[in-house]
């Protein structure tokens, strides 16, 4: 207390405490520990006692009555120094201070577990799993689990990991107050039985665990999503037609279902093994270069053509594309597109032999053959049957403008042929002939003697529309078809005579059976004169049909319609025995198709025949009259028809009148029957097409 030896006797209570603890802190307590004496009481007090400027020292008093002997009471008092225990309790104090704090202030969910009961929880953990801190005490633990059968397996894997390993780490679904689900990170370490005495852990008894939970929601759906996203990228990756490879400093890393393809192998079997493994022996392999992932930068690619050779043994070329794609553990990855191109390159050479087999073909083929600008109309490639038709070498036409490759009325011609062409995007026929000298052919089709002639050439322009290529172009192919059309004609024309001898055969034939068809029918007009007027008019009428196969015997096509009718009259004036008289007024050059020169020889027989039965025994006079495309016939013969006669009124029959009706083309002939004068005029118009004009030399030449 600070006294020295001895100094303390005869010192009250209140002395000894005002000396060593001060007189406001002294007097009250040496006050309340006489009262407490008088009271029978002890007095026990924890005092502070300064020691200069230092800290105070820390004393526990105990005061209690030894005896008491009428006026006076005396008491042993026990000073115990508590400086170190109470400093002890001062950190501890602390420590719980602190310890709570971070119990309570922590932003991940934290609760004091004894077996299924929750003792307490956090702030942190009332926000996560939205009940209150007081009601968490008061709900089962199964209550924040998706189901019991949950609950059960994750209790049981908790409760295995703190056997084995004293600390357990996971995730699980939690659930919340309103029912949603959550994902948390879960921790559970034991609490130990010192722990469990700690107020701040709710004071002893049986052991328990402390859990920690961590929102992971967001994160987990981001690293699914991740997830996902790789599988799709790896899906997507492994069904392209590309081989993909990634490759690091070790070798091999990852390969798609492409590349394995290609390499004849699986995954497993190239893992870190080095990509020349692969490789063709040539030393300059590009997959033999150990220089990419020093040499190229992040996202620069380099591409190259090589030849692989897979596990199986094939050889095949691929193109590929390799890119320093970024860093994997602080090492450089490189990743390689491959691309089989094989069957490419076989292509390419295939196509290299047909361009060369073409372009041989070309300049071989009877043909003439040249490519054109379709702008410029400029020649751009040609071959030596095309410098033929062109009139010019080769070297001169080559690359030259129309006009200055081939002469005036080509170069005209072509130009107008080829800017249709461009125009309209469709190929064009033509034909372009010059004089030259050619050969001749005969009839029969054997060659004759050489002469002057014109050359033909038969020519087709068509426009290539091709996308691939820059500028549209325009294909000339022209073949000389001189002797070939020669040939042809030439059989034709003997095609045509050959015709006309059979035809001629067959009239000449028909006119003499007609012929012996007239005499039988004469010999039975001998033999039955009753029916003399009958088979006179029959054997009148097959004479006419005789006359019209006699003079198609001598003719070609059609007929002159002044011969034919200049033949019916004589036959029916031989017949009869009377004089007709045909006049031709002007020029008639009109002719007679062949279908009709039957009805209309039979109508001037039948005429003819009425005009000599009906006269009064005067001559018959015919005349032949042309009105442009018109022809008239008239036929006149002193006689008088019936009052109130009627043309139109006469039936169609087999004899006169009716006959001619019948016989008559209604399309293109008219015929009229009237009293002029003393005269019956019987008048025949016949139009096209029942009678044309003949065709021009020059038309039908230019047929032949």
């Keep these: 207390l600070g006294f020295p030896a001895g100094g303390a006797a005869g010192a009250s209570l209140e002395e000894i405490f005002g000396r060593s603890m001060g007189e406001l802190q002294g007097a009250p307590n040496a006050v309340q520990a006489l009262a407490d004496l008088e009271a029978g009481r002890p007095f026990e007090a924890e005092l502070p006692l300064a020691r200069g400027d230092g800290p105070p020292q820390w004393y526990s008093l105990s005061v209690r009555r ?26 501890l104090q602390q420590l719980l201070r602190d310890r709570e704090l971070m119990f309570s202030l922590s ?8 077996g299924a009961r929750i003792e307490r929880a956090n702030q942190a953990m009332a926000e996560l799993t939205g009940w209150a801190s007081t009601e968490l005490s008061t709900l089962d633990a199964a209550e924040l689990y998706e189901s019991a059968r949950e609950c059960v397996e994750f209790e049981a894997r908790i409760a295995q990991a703190l056997c084995e390993r004293h600390r357990f780490s996971g995730e699980r679904r939690l659930r919340r107050r309103d029912g949603s689900l959550v994902w948390v990170q879960v921790a559970v370490r034991p609490v130990q039985d010192s722990a469990d005495a700690d107020p701040a852990f709710g004071g002893g008894g049986e052991a328990g665990v402390i859990c920690s939970f961590v929102d992971i929601d967001e994160r987990r759906s981001a690293r699914e999503s991740l997830a996902l996203q790789a599988d799709r990228t790896r899906a ?39 990509l020349s493994t692969v490789a063709t022996p040539e030393a300059d392999h590009p997959l033999r270069r ?59 050479v295939s196509i290299a032999q047909a361009q060369a087999s073409l372009q041989r073909v070309i300049e071989t083929a009877p043909l003439a053959i040249a490519l054109f600008d379709a702008r410029s109309l400029r020649v751009q490639q040609l071959n030596h049957t095309a410098a033929s038709f ?9 690359g030259a403008v129309l006009e200055d490759a081939t002469s005036g009325p080509l170069a005209q011609a072509l130009r107008g042929w080829l800017e249709q062409a461009a125009a309209s995007s469709v190929a064009g026929q033509h034909e372009w002939r010059d004089e030259v000298e050619v050969r001749r052919f005969d009839r029969d089709g054997s060659d004759a003697a050489p002469g002057r002639g014109l050359r033909v050439w038969d020519c087709r322009i068509a426009p290539l529309d091709d996308a691939d290529l820059p500028d549209a172009q325009l294909l000339l192919v022209a073949s000389d078809v001189t ?30 059976n007609l012929q012996g068809v007239a005499g039988l029918l004469q010999q ?36 002159d319609v002044a011969s034919l009718l200049q033949a019916i009259a004589q036959s029916v004036q031989r017949t009869f025995g009377r004089t007709i008289t045909v006049t031709v007024e002007g020029d008639v050059p009109h002719m007679l198709p062949e279908a009709e020169s039957i009805p209309v020889a039979l109508t001037v027989n039948e005429l ?19 009105q442009g495309e018109t022809v008239l016939i008239r036929i006149a013969s002193v006689a008088a028809l019936a009052d109130g006669f009627d043309l139109k009124q006469v039936r169609a029959g087999v004899s006169g009148l009716g006959l001619v009706r019948a016989l008559l083309p209604r399309r293109s002939a008219t015929l009229a029957l009237l009293q002029e004068g003393a005269d019956v005029v019987a008048t025949i118009e016949l139009r096209p097409p029942g009678v044309r004009l003949p065709e021009p030399l020059e038309v039908a030449a230019a047929v032949l």
């Design 483 to 512: 002797e070939q059309r020669a040939a042809e004609r030439a059989r034709l024309q003997a095609a045509i005579d050959q015709r006309e001898v059979l035809v001629r055969e067959v009239h000449h034939r028909i006119k003499n």
């Design 390 to 398: 062109f009139g010019r070498p080769l070297e001169t036409v080559l």
């Design 524 to 559: 039975s007009v001998a033999r039955h004169p009753g029916l003399a007027t009958v088979l006179s008019e029959a054997v009148s009428q097959v004479q006419a049909i005789a006359q019209v196969y006699g003079l198609q015997v001598g003719a070609n096509g059609p007929l």
């Design 66 to 91: 030894a005896q008491a002997d009428g006026q006076q009471t005396e008491a042993v008092a026990v000073l115990t120094d508590i400086t170190r225990l109470k400093k002890q309790q001062a950190e």
């Design 107 to 114: 932003e991940v969910g934290i609760v004091y577990q004894r």
């Design 236 to 274: 997507i990756l492994n069904s392209v037609l590309v081989g993909i490879v990634t490759v690091s400093a070790d070798g091999i890393q990852w390969m798609n279902r492409s590349a394995r393809r290609m390499f004849g192998g699986e995954l497993a079997d190239f893992v870190g093994e080095s």
């Design 608 to 626: 003819f025949t009425n005009a000599i039965k009906h006269s009064s025994g005067s001559d018959v006079r015919c005349t032949l009259s042309a």
């Design 290 to 348: 150990t220089d990419y992932l020093s040499s190229l930068k992040e996202g620069q690619a380099e591409t190259f053509e090589c030849r692989l050779k897979a596990r199986d043994g094939r050889e095949f070329w691929v193109v590929g594309n390799a890119v320093l794609t970024g860093h994997v553990a602080g090492a450089a990855e490189l990743t390689i597109a491959l691309m089989d191109i094989e069957r490419r390159r076989q292509a390419e």
